[in-house]
């Protein structure tokens, strides 16, 4: 029967997996955690393909526990029951390791059956998933369990497995590999950070390159044909989208355009044209605001053509709106007033409206005096002193002139006018 190289070439031992080095390292807490023996209940957080279920194996090799595997996507209240079923019999003398892949696809109910038996020890969870834990997984789970981080590998670990899995093969069939210079590297970069992805397509590469007299060749071009677009790690609804988005609005207003366009065009890669708008039409009022009013018209006008273009036209002028707003002056100005406005109306500062603000309709129907608003226009400069905001917020001050050079100016201006 057919077994998957990334399966064939699991790792044994903590030595042999790559990556993970900030928890599976000689001083890491997890690699402590497994050479003591006393396994605790625990989470593993991280991308596919990142260790995560051999990590669990070994654990799972060096205890005495009698280990189970469940799919939350197609175990149910039933699977778990017929583990429990088990506790106490000769079938699990030392108790079960139940290794739950995917535990964000099990309801509270069915996390919470576990609880019991997680108390007491008999049975020790590790469980696995590839969304945020704090999101998907409830409290009384969590609050029973360590959550260890698998981050994505870096490429030049994914070269060793690389490595070692063409010289496997090579080794099975008898062959001598005419690798072509970059190949393994291009490979082990364009997985991202995923192993198992990584072997994938060694295998289909060695499946589909060319055999002559006793020797394989294993070329960039097959490679690239096989990889295409593999190194793309992206969900829309999941951590990768808002780590993205995060990064490109940090980008433009840490004023660093080739960042900004590298997060651009991964969202752009992956198809996402109204997330990178979304966030580049923000930018244009939360980070350059007054600094550069103008800003804001122009990344609108970006906006609107590239959706009117679509993909792959709509890179231009996105790209355009990016570079404009990354190296714009900066201003947090409208940021700092309108929240510190919301802050006071939410802590219910806000009272009756001045009478010289309230519509003109009201006069004469039994007010105890006329509006008496005055028009600014009819007054020099355009302006007038009176009491805009309401008695208990008179003296409040929301909004501060940023220091760049239009705000100054218009600081100025007014200073002028007011006296």
């Not at 009698?66 to 197609?74: D, I, P, S």
């Not at 099975?172 to 072997?199: F, M, N, Q, S």
């Not at 993205?244 to 890669?269: F, N, T």
């Not at 679509?310 to 570079?323: H, M, N, S």
Request: charged share 25%; proline share 5%.
């Amino acid at each position: 029967m057919y077994r998957p190289l990334a399966d064939e070439l699991r790792p044994q031992s903590l030595d042999d997996v790559v990556g993970q080095k900030h928890i599976l390292g000689p001083d890491g807490m997890l690699r402590r955690i497994v050479e003591s023996g006393q396994i605790p209940n625990m989470v593993f957080y991280g991308p596919s393909g990142t260790g995560k279920t051999t990590v669990a194996s070994i654990i799972a090799s060096s205890t005495n526990r009698t280990l189970r595997r469940l799919n939350a996507t197609t175990a149910g209240i039933s699977d778990i029951r017929a583990i429990i079923a088990e506790l106490d019999t000769m079938l699990t003398p030392g108790g079960v390791l139940l290794y739950l892949d995917e535990i964000q696809y099990f309801n509270k109910k069915q996390q919470q059956s576990l609880l019991e038996f997680m108390e007491d020890g008999r049975i020790t969870v590790i469980a696995s998933t590839t969304e945020n834990p704090y999101f998907y997984i409830y409290n009384a789970v969590l609050s029973r369990s360590t959550v260890f981080e698998f981050k994505q590998v870096p490429a030049s670990e994914v070269a060793r497995a690389v490595r070692r899995a063409i010289r496997i093969l090579c080794e099975r069939e008898g062959l001598t590999p005419e690798l072509e210079p970059g190949t393994e590297d291009y490979i082990a970069a364009v997985c991202g950070g995923d192993v198992r992805k990584a072997l994938n397509a060694v295998e289909l590469l060695f499946s589909a390159a060319r055999r002559e007299n006793g020797a394989i060749w294993l070329t960039r071009a097959d490679a690239e044909a096989i990889s295409q677009r593999s190194a793309m790690r992206y969900d829309r609804a999941g951590d990768d989208h808002y780590d993205i988005v995060s990064a490109l609005m940090k980008s433009l207003r840490g004023s660093d355009p080739d960042a900004a366009l590298h997060y651009l065009a991964r969202l752009l890669e992956a198809g996402d044209l109204a997330g990178a708008c979304r966030r580049i039409l923000c930018s244009a009022s939360e980070d350059i605001g007054l600094a550069y009013p103008q800003a804001a018209s122009i990344v609108k006008s970006c906006v609107d053509s590239a959706l009117q273009l679509g993909l792959p036209e709509a890179r231009l002028p996105l790209a355009q709106a990016c570079i404009l707003l990354a190296t714009a002056p900066k201003s947090n100005s409208v940021v700092m007033a309108i929240d510190a406005a919301i802050s006071d109306v939410r802590a219910g500062k806000a009272g009756p409206i001045p009478r010289e603000l309230q519509n003109v309709h009201a006069d004469g129907t039994g007010f105890e005096r006329e509006q008496g608003y005055r028009y600014p226009h009819n007054y020099d400069g355009h302006w007038v002193r009176q009491q805009y905001l309401p008695d208990e917020l008179k003296n409040a001050r929301y909004y501060e002139y940023g220091d760049n050079k239009t705000e100054q100016a218009a600081k100025a201006y007014w200073e002028k006018i007011k006296g």
